[in-house]
């Protein structure tokens, strides 16, 4: 089992910044890769940005230039800095972790941890 747990979410203006941390905890070894996922209200859940065990990352056109993911192995700790952002980043940002390859298909689907998730607001 893995446990996944956000912190750093919070309330900024158009233009700010933040740096969401996921700490993994468990039986981390077998992960694969790792993402930062969002959901805004009355929206679907969307991948945000999702870094492989080697290192290479991607990030959703969306937020390509403003956000950068990356991982620390020795420390199981993954972080998402966030600049410039915009009220359209409002969303409930959750980290999630995979022990398949599914993080290899299109759309980053079927995670096999979630953490509880962080609340991000950005007013205009």
């Known amino acids: 089992q893995v446990k996944l747990e956000e912190s750093g979410g919070g309330s900024v203006q158009t233009g700010g910044s933040l740096r969401l941390s996921c700490a993994a905890s468990?039986?981390?070894?077998?992960?694969?890769?790792m993402a930062w996922f969002r959901q805004a209200p009355g929206k679907e859940r969307e991948g945000v940005a999702i870094?492989?065990?080697?290192?290479?990352?991607i990030l959703d056109p969306s937020v390509k230039g403003r956000f950068a993911i990356s991982q620390n192995n020795a420390t199981d700790t993954m972080w998402l800095q966030m600049n410039n952002l915009k009220p359209a980043d409002t969303a409930m940002y959750y980290c999630a972790a995979y022990l398949t390859r599914s993080c290899y298909s299109v759309d980053w689907s079927n995670p096999s941890y979630w953490g509880q998730g962080t609340q991000v607001t950005v007013s205009s």
């Open positions: 870094i492989y065990n080697r290192g290479a990352t």
């Open positions: 468990g039986d981390t070894s077998s992960l694969i890769c």
